[in-house]
T-cell receptor, first 113, second 117 residues
Framework: EDQVTQSPEALRLQEGESSSLNCSYT??????LFWYRQDPGKGPEFLFT???AGEEKEKERLKATLTKKESFLHITAPKPEDSATYLC??????????????FGQGTTLQVKP | ETGVTQTPRHLVMGMTNKKSLKCEQH?????MYWYKQSAKKPLELMFV???????ENNSVPSRFSPECPNSSHLFLHLHTLQPEDSALYLC????????????????FGNGTRLTVT
């Protein structure tokens, strides 16, 4: 069964204190790994897609990396506006005929000034 | 309007009511999705439509009935719901595919917060 596990469940950082969020996955075959940001009362906002091990993508203070078993979302010198829940999801061979994504439970990040 | 729009944003209904959730996408996509988001749980897929054809029903109870009249619109018809159905219902869209999907991101609306009393 395809599964996605995120850790930690919650993370508190001081402004400027860099850290990483983890997403471990078990899938039959990876079609794509996705990172989303979700603010309270809103839908998930797409950040990145990673397709193969070794790939990296960056956007402002965020950098996503991928290995064969996990992905990391590195946050460099975070600001309070980076506070949100970060969701990881995979699209796997077993669901490639529908396009569905399988989500982890998310990491809620709080950045204090 | 751009992106994925969901209405209403909030809905309170009794267990004997019938209501509908509406989703409209302006991204030119051909695949649409309903997800359920409950507190402390991962997003849970409900239904998938690809080029107006339903391609997945994730064992959803029949009190939830989807409808996709065209590639831009998706509805979720609700009747005789239970209090445990209270959740955030999210609609999403993506590029459709006549074959296998290959790492296609989904784009979400802001959801309908449903409360069943």
């Amino acid at each position: 069964e395809d599964q996605v596990t995120q850790s930690p469940e919650a993370l508190r950082l001081q402004e400027g204190e860099s850290s990483s969020l983890n997403c471990s996955y078990t899938v039959s075959g990876l079609r794509g790994l996705f990172w989303y940001r979700q603010d309270p009362g809103k839908g998930p906002e797409f950040l990145f897609t990673l397709y193969s091990a070794g790939e990296e993508k960056e956007k402002e203070r965020l950098k996503a990396t991928l290995t064969k078993k996990e992905s990391f979302l590195h946050i460099t010198a975070p600001k309070p506006e980076d506070s949100a829940t970060y969701l990881c999801a995979v699209q796997a061979d077993g669901s490639s005929n529908t396009g569905k994504l399988i989500f982890g439970q998310g990491t809620t990040l709080q950045v204090k000034p | 309007e751009t992106g994925v729009t969901q209405t209403p944003r909030h809905l309170v209904m009794g267990m004997t009511n019938k209501k509908s959730l509406k989703c409209e996408q302006h991204l030119g996509h051909n695949a649409m999705y309903w997800y359920k988001q409950s507190a402390k749980k991962p997003l849970e897929l409900m239904f998938v439509y690809n080029f107006k054809e339903q391609t997945e029903n994730n064992s959803v109870p029949s009190r939830f009935s989807p409808e996709c009249p065209n590639s831009s619109h998706l509805f979720l018809h609700l009747h005789t719901l239970q209090p445990e159905d209270s959740a955030l219902y999210l609609c999403a869209s993506s590029q459709g595919s006549q074959g296998a999907f290959s790492g296609t991101p989904l784009h979400f609306g802001n959801g309908t917060r449903l409360t069943v009393t």
